[in-house]
C-alpha cells in the first residue's frame, strides 16, 4: 500500500531508524543471506495465499473471488520483487529466475487474444498457438500434445517453447494473464478485463474454461514449487548459500554490489523503464496486464536499498538483518556514504511520485504515451536517480577495491555512462 511506502520512506530518511553499529564485512555477508532467506521465504508464504485465493475463485467463481485472487496476487509479487537484487550476481539465482518472472510474453500462446494481436508472428511460430483451446498443437513441424495440462507440462514442453523467450507458459506473468486477460486500453487508462466466468464451468465464456481452469491451478502450483526450490537453495546446505559463501569476503561483497548495480542501472532504469517510454510501447510494461507496474518498480528499488541499508521487513511486520554496508561506510567513508544514502532517497521519491500516479490512474503505460510530456518527466526523473545511484555504487566497488566487478548496461540508456 502507498502507506507502507511512506513508511520505508521515512526508514530511508532515517526519522524512524534507528543509528546502525559499525559493521564488519564477515556480518554483513551474514545480513545478505539472512535477508535473502527471508524475502524468499515471504514470496513462498505470499504465493501459497495466492494458490488459496485462487482455489477459491475456482470453486466459486464470482467477481468478489477473481478480485481477491488479483488482490494475492498483488500481494505476492511484493516480496518477490524485493529478491531481484539477489539476481546477476548469483548464478543460482539468475538460472531459476526465468522460470517465474519471464517477460515480456506472447500471451496468445497460452489463451484467446484480441484480433488486434494479430495472427502470426516472424519470430515465433507458437505466437497465437493457444494451448488452452488446443489440446495438439502442430506447428512449423513441432507436435505438442496438450491434452493434460499440467504443471509438468507448463515447465517441460511449453516455457519458452521452441527456444523463444516470449514463450512465457510459467510464473507470475503467465499467472497475470490467466487472472486479468489482455490490457486492451493502449496507453489510455485501464486493465486487463476478463471476466470471472472464465472460469465456471456452468456459465462459461470464452470456451474451454475447464482447461482454463486447469492452466491456472498448475501455473500456481509450479509458481509454489519453484519457490520452495529457492528457499531451500538459501539454506546452509543449499546451492546459493554455498555458491554464496565459497566466494570469499571480496567475492561476496563483489556479488552483493553487482546485484545492486545491475538490477539498477540495466535492468530497471533500462530494459524495464527507459525502453518503455523510448518506443512509447505499453508492452513494454513490465505488469502490463494488471497496471501494476508502478509497484514492481518501486518494489525493485526498495530491494536495492534493503541491501544497502542492511534490513528487510517482512510481510508480518518484524525486521530482519542489522549489519550493513552502510554503516561500514559511514564508518570508513562518510562523505561517500552520504552520497550513497541521498542517492537512494532521490530514487525513492521518484518512485513515490510514480506510485502516487499510478494509484490514481496514471500508471506507467499512461505516462508513456507519445505526447505526454509530464509524464516523460516522471520517467526520466527515474531513470536519472537510478544511474546516479549507479555511479554511486560504482564509488564503493573502488573504495573497497573489489576486482572484476561488471554492472549490466542497457542499449536504451545513454552510451556516455
Known amino acids: 500500500s502507498l502507506a507502507s511506502a511512506l513508511?520505508?520512506?521515512?526508514?530511508?530518511?532515517?526519522s524512524c531508524r534507528s543509528s546502525a553499529p559499525a559493521s564488519t564485512p564477515e556480518q554483513i555477508l551474514d545480513t545478505y543471506v539472512a535477508i535473502a532467506q527471508a524475502a524468499f521465504a515471504d514470496s513462498l508464504q505470499s504465493a501459497r495465499a495466492l494458490e488459496t485465493a485462487a482455489d477459491r475463485l475456482l470453486a466459486r467463481p464470482s467477481p468478489a473471488t477473481l478480485d481477491a485472487a488479483r488482490t494475492a496476487w498483488r500481494s505476492a509479487r511484493i516480496p518477490?520483487?524485493?529478491?531481484?537484487?539477489?539476481?546477476?550476481?548469483?548464478g543460482v539465482?539468475?538460472?531459476?529466475?526465468?522460470?517465474?518472472?519471464?517477460?515480456?510474453?506472447?500471451?496468445?500462446?497460452?489463451?484467446?487474444v484480441a484480433p488486434a494481436y494479430g495472427r502470426e508472428s516472424d519470430n515465433n511460430y507458437f505466437y497465437t498457438a493457444n494451448i488452452i483451446a488446443n489440446p495438439v498443437i502442430d506447428v512449423g513441424g513441432?507436435?505438442?500434445?496438450?491434452?493434460?495440462?499440467?504443471?509438468?507440462?507448463l515447465a517441460e514442453t511449453l516455457h519458452q517453447l521452441d527456444g523463444v523467450d516470449a514463450n512465457v507458459?510459467?510464473?507470475?506473468?503467465?499467472?497475470?494473464?490467466?487472472?486479468?486477460?489482455?490490457?486492451?486500453h493502449g496507453t489510455e487508462q485501464g486493465a486487463g478485463e476478463r471476466q470471472y466466468t472464465d472460469y465456471s464451468l456452468e456459465n462459461c465464456s470464452n470456451g474451454n474454461c475447464d482447461r482454463r481452469r486447469a492452466y491456472l491451478k498448475s501455473a500456481i502450483q509450479l509458481l509454489v514449487a519453484d519457490l520452495e526450490e529457492m528457499v531451500h537453495n538459501w539454506e546452509?546446505?543449499?546451492?546459493?548459500?554455498?555458491d554464496f559463501r565459497a566466494k570469499g569476503i571480496d567475492g561476496g561483497l563483489a556479488t552483493m554490489l553487482t546485484g545492486m548495480g545491475s538490477l539498477a542501472y540495466g535492468e530497471l532504469a533500462g530494459e524495464r523503464i527507459r525502453l518503455g517510454l523510448l518506443l512509447h510501447d505499453p508492452e513494454e510494461e513490465q505488469d502490463c496486464f494488471s497496471d501494476n507496474t508502478h509497484w514492481?518498480?518501486?518494489?525493485?528499488?526498495?530491494?536495492?536499498?534493503?541491501v544497502y541499508r542492511g534490513t528487510y521487513t517482512r510481510i508480518n511486520g518484524t525486521r530482519v538483518g542489522r549489519a550493513s554496508l552502510e554503516a561500514l561506510l559511514r564508518e570508513q567513508e562518510p562523505a561517500l556514504h552520504a552520497e550513497m544514502s541521498a542517492r537512494l532517497e532521490e530514487t525513492e521519491l521518484a518512485m513515490l511520485a510514480l506510485v502516487e500516479l499510478g494509484e490514481v490512474g496514471q500508471t506507467y503505460d499512461v505516462l508513456i504515451a507519445n505526447g505526454n510530456t509530464s509524464g516523460e518527466a516522471v520517467i526520466n526523473r527515474i531513470v536519472t536517480a537510478l544511474m546516479e545511484e549507479t555511479r554511486s555504487i560504482e564509488k564503493i566497488i573502488n573504495a573497497l577495491l573489489l576486482q572484476n566487478v561488471s554492472i549490466e548496461g542497457s542499449s536504451s540508456l545513454p552510451a556516455n555512462f
Not at 513508511?7 to 532515517?14: H, K, S
Not at 546452509?236 to 554455498?242: D, E, K, L, V
Not at 514492481?296 to 536495492?304: E, F, N, Q, T, V
Open 236 to 242: 546452509p546446505n543449499g546451492a546459493a548459500y554455498i
Open 169 to 184: 507458459a510459467t510464473g507470475y506473468h503467465a499467472i497475470e494473464f490467466l487472472l486479468w486477460g489482455q490490457d486492451l
Open 142 to 153: 513441432i507436435s505438442v500434445d496438450a491434452a493434460v495440462i499440467t504443471p509438468q507440462l
Open 296 to 306: 514492481s518498480h518501486y518494489y525493485d528499488a526498495l530491494g536495492i536499498s534493503n
Open 80 to 90: 518477490y520483487l524485493q529478491t531481484e537484487v539477489f539476481r546477476f550476481g548469483n
Open 93 to 112: 539465482v539468475d538460472e531459476w529466475e526465468p522460470k517465474v518472472n519471464s517477460w515480456p510474453l506472447d500471451e496468445g500462446l497460452i489463451d484467446y
Open 7 to 14: 513508511v520505508a520512506l521515512c526508514l530511508l530518511l532515517g
